[in-house]
Each structure stands twice: as structure tokens, then as C-alpha cells.
T-cell receptor, first 115, second 115 residues
Framework: DVKVTQSSRYLVKRTGEKVFLECVQD?????MFWYRQDPGLGLRLIYF???????EKGDIPEGYSVSREKKERFSLILESASTNQTSMYLC??????????????FGPGTRLTVL | AQKVTQAQTEISVVEKEDVTLDCVYE???????LFWYKQPPSGELVFLIR??????QNEISGRYSWNFQKSTSSFNFTITASQVVDSAVYFC????????????FGRGTSLIVHP
């Protein structure tokens, strides 16, 4: 099974700080995703990367950027954290191979609080 | 555009009851994939099942069963003899074949199983 790890389970930051959320997967999967999860809103896609150095905006990219310099690592960056970015952040990986229709494997999530 | 509706926001049952989680989807594509994920309180979404649009055979895995009906665009999930460990948020998702890398998630159904 793919193992997806996220650097922190809980994180508290102050408004205006630059925040890095790290995600690492150990199975050489091409696709990686960052979602945020808020009550009543389900999962919303922030960014995804279909391969190294490739990235595409999701539904809510504003206030975020990403970096994928190596296949196994996909970083989410909050350039200047704001209180409305308090949320649960979930990273996922998927083996696209010959299909983009495989299931995703998720990390345990990072619960970020911005004060 | 695709859409996944999980109309039940929260379901509360007593242990040993059977419970069905509804999932209704919309797509104009004829080839697509449907998924269910479980998110326990620990936070990590866990993949449960994937079905493709050409396979309407229902599936049973232990106490879990899935009913796929193209005629009603539904992919419902039933837990038989529920247990406290089944308490989680359950997400249904749809991915059309080819093209986009991105699945469409429903907003999730929170299942609470009381002892």
C-alpha cells in the first residue's frame, strides 16, 4: 500500500506567517493532490501535480502555492497565512500509470489553526 | 460537469442496526468510475471500493455492500449490523475516464454508531 505522510498533524501559526505543509509518498506515484476540508463543504481541491515540476490549480488556489521538485514530495505553501485558512489539509497520491482512474491514497491530514 | 450528491449529512444509528448511505451522481460521460472512502476520526481517508460504469454487479465485502444502479445514477453503500468502529465520515466520488485528473467528491455523510 502507498504510504502518504504529512509533516505535522497539528499546526498553529500566526496571521501573516509563511507556512509550509509537506507531503511525502513512498510509492513513486505520479499524481499528488492538496485538499482542504471544512465542515459542510467536504473536500475542496487546492492544487494538484500530475508529475514532477508540473502543477495545476484546483478549485480554490487563492492564497496558496505549491512546489514539486521531487516525485515523492509535494509541498503546500501559504505565503501569508490568514485566519480563513484555518482548516484541515489533506494530501493524496495516485498512481496514474496507464489510467487516471485509480483510487487516491490519503495522508493523515494536518489541522492548521491560524491565530 | 460532474456532480456527486450525498443528501444525508449525518446519520445516527444504534449498534447492530443496518444503515444505507446514499450517493447520487450526475455525468454525461458513459465511462466513469465511482469510489467510496471512509474517514475515521483519525482523519485519514481510506479507500473502500471502486466500480466502473460497465460493471453494475453489486459487491459485498463482509458487512459492507454496494448497490450500483445506472438507471437511477446511484451508488449506495450499506453497512449490515453496524458497529461503533464504523463511526466515520463517508465520501462518495466520481471520476470520468480519461481527460481530467480530478475526481469529484460528494460532501460526505457522517455516520455515528451508538453502543
Amino acid at each position: 500500500d502507498v504510504k502518504v505522510t504529512q509533516s505535522s498533524r497539528y499546526l498553529v501559526k500566526r496571521t501573516g506567517e509563511k507556512v509550509f505543509l509537506e507531503c511525502v509518498q513512498d510509492m513513486d506515484h505520479e499524481n499528488m493532490f492538496w485538499y482542504r476540508q471544512d465542515p459542510g463543504l467536504g473536500l475542496r481541491l487546492i492544487y494538484f501535480s500530475y508529475d514532477v515540476k508540473m502543477k495545476e490549480k484546483g478549485d480554490i488556489p487563492e492564497g496558496y502555492s505549491v512546489s514539486r521538485e521531487k516525485k515523492e514530495r509535494f509541498s503546500l505553501i501559504l505565503e501569508s497565512a490568514s485566519t480563513n485558512q484555518t482548516s484541515m489539509y489533506l494530501c493524496a497520491a495516485r498512481d496514474s500509470g496507464s489510467s487516471r482512474n485509480n483510487e487516491q491514497f490519503f495522508g493523515p491530514g494536518t489541522r492548521l489553526t491560524v491565530l | 460537469a460532474q456532480k456527486v450528491t450525498q443528501a444525508q449529512t449525518e446519520i445516527s444509528v444504534v449498534e447492530k442496526e443496518d444503515v444505507t448511505l446514499d450517493c447520487v451522481y450526475e455525468t454525461r460521460d458513459t465511462t466513469y468510475y465511482l469510489f467510496w472512502y471512509k474517514q475515521p476520526p483519525s482523519g485519514e481517508l481510506v479507500f473502500l471500493i471502486r466500480r466502473n460504469s460497465f460493471d453494475e454487479q453489486n459487491e459485498i465485502s463482509g458487512r459492507y455492500s454496494w448497490n450500483f444502479q445506472k438507471s437511477t445514477s446511484s451508488f449506495n453503500f450499506t453497512i449490515t449490523a453496524s458497529q461503533v468502529v464504523d463511526s466515520a465520515v463517508y465520501f462518495c466520488a466520481l471520476k470520468v475516464a480519461g481527460g481530467s485528473y480530478i475526481p469529484t467528491f460528494g460532501r460526505g455523510t457522517s455516520l455515528i454508531v451508538h453502543p
